[in-house]
């Protein structure tokens, strides 16, 4: 099974089991496939930005009613400039950095040791903690590539922050293997899974499934360092 595939499985699992995510997980369940079928050709740029048109359709198809419509309205000439745009670190926050980052991550995933994702230096998608020794060692997902490196785990991945006085965590009843790791210094944040706590759970995936503690985050003057795929 490929990555791709077992994140769609993941999806699919944990929108079952929470209904506040419910159509966000369902949706990535389908997206994930669709780059796991894309991600065999997948092998440069250009092959990324010859995907939009089949992304676009999938999308058209799938999606909840605003980002169908964003689909609806792409300009297919324009693919290349907002993914060169994307993959050069200028992401607007605009609804065209799903359609970039979605096109873009069977590419830069396979991206050989050596060259780098240019988002690896990025704010991360997440977080999560894996056994190491005696302990528990902590790693980043980039949003990008999709691939782990360690981190200190007293330090903030959006400002640098190491007081640990200025750094919180967060859990929820609900999400008993995720937390937040929250700068009181710069206000982002970030979900950080355990992954000892579920063995089968998979960092990027997972924190599609933590909306409600995104929300608490928002109201309580948090911002989250990277959005992920569903724009939280």
Same mark, same amino acid.
């Given at each position: 099974? =490929? ?8 999806? %699919? ?8 995510? %419910?159509?966000? !997980?369902?949706?990535?369940? /389908?997206? #994930? ?5 894309? &991600? ?10 010859? &995907?939009? *048109?089949? +992304? ?6 799938? =999606?909840?009613?605003? !980002? $169908?419509?964003? &689909? ?6 324009? &693919? ?19 359609? #970039? %980052?979605? $096109? ?6 396979? +991206?050989?040791? /050596?060259?780098?994702? *240019?988002? @690896?230096?990025? *704010? ?11 302990? !528990?060692?902590?790693? +980043?997902?980039?949003?990008?590539? +999709? %691939? ?10 959006? @400002?640098?922050? =190491? #007081? ?23 206000? /982002? ?10 063995? $089968?759970?998979?960092p990027e995936v997972d924190?599609?499934?933590? !909306? ?14 990277? *959005? ?5």
């Open positions: 099974m =490929s990555p791709w595939d077992r994140r769609a499985r993941r999806a %699919r699992f944990l929108a079952d089991s929470f209904a506040s995510a %419910r159509e966000i !997980l369902t949706f990535y369940a /389908g997206l #994930a496939e669709w780059q796991g079928r894309t &991600a065999p050709q997948a092998t440069s740029f250009s092959s990324a930005v010859a &995907a939009i *048109p089949l +992304l676009l359709e999938y999308v058209k198809a799938s =999606s909840p009613h605003a !980002l $169908a419509q964003a &689909a609806r309205e792409f300009e297919i000439p324009q &693919a290349e400039r907002v993914l060169r745009s994307y993959w050069e670190g200028q992401a607007d926050l605009s609804i065209n950095d799903f359609f #970039a %980052r979605a $096109a873009l991550q069977p590419y830069a995933s396979s +991206l050989p040791e /050596g060259l780098d994702c *240019p988002w @690896c230096i990025k *704010p991360p998608q997440a977080g999560c903690l894996h056994a190491q020794g005696d302990g !528990l060692a902590f790693k +980043l997902v980039c949003a990008l590539c +999709l %691939r782990r490196r360690p981190f200190p785990r007293t330090q903030c991945p959006g @400002c640098g922050e =190491s #007081a640990e006085s200025n750094i919180a965590s967060f859990t929820a009843p609900d999400f008993p293997h995720m937390r937040l790791l929250a700068c009181e210094t710069c206000k /982002g944040y970030l979900h950080v899974v355990d992954l000892e706590r579920d063995l $089968a759970a998979i924190e599609l499934a933590g !909306l409600p503690m995104d929300l608490w985050a928002v109201e309580s003057g948090y911002h989250k360092l990277q *959005p992920n795929l569903a724009g939280v």
